[in-house]
């Protein structure tokens, strides 16, 4: 069996935003030179997400005022998790509700996806470096 790890690096200026990250995912998958298995992608931090949905920003538009009426950035006095002297309480929140990982299968060297599936890096408290870790088994 063969295993490949890879950290993928952001850097995003913006909070929030949502990144399709499909291309790296599938340049990991050939770079594994696997053709039959599966690939994990997760997020390395606890207000980030990995999931997989639609390119469509009319629904990225969607998700951010859902997540903003369900967990608003503030008033930051919100969140308990705020008086340890971070903002980041509905970062968190949205991350749980978004999700940390996908696994996706691998077939003949391709992700192997249903319709308009694609992989997408969640950000939701940006302005820093972070990871998603790619990993990926198989033969
Ligand atoms: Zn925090």
Request: glycine share 8%; with cysteine.
């Amino acid at each position: 069996m063969k295993s490949y790890r890879k950290e993928l690096w952001f850097n995003v200026p913006t909070r929030r935003a949502f990144i399709n990250i499909t291309p790296q995912v599938q340049s990991c998958v050939e770079e594994s030179n696997v053709k039959e298995g599966l690939a994990l992608v997760n997020a390395m931090h606890i207000t980030a997400s990995v999931f997989i949905n639609d390119d469509e920003s009319g629904l990225h538009h969607d998700y951010e005022v859902w997540l903003e009426k369900l967990a608003p950035h503030e008033p930051l006095s919100n969140y308990r998790h705020n008086l340890t002297g971070e903002d980041n309480g509905d970062a968190h929140i949205k991350r749980q509700v978004m999700g940390r990982e996908v696994v996706v299968a691998i077939t003949a060297g391709q992700l192997d996806f249903g319709p308009w599936e694609q992989i997408f890096y969640g950000e939701f408290d940006g302005g820093r470096r972070k990871r998603v870790l790619v990993k990926i088994i198989g033969e």
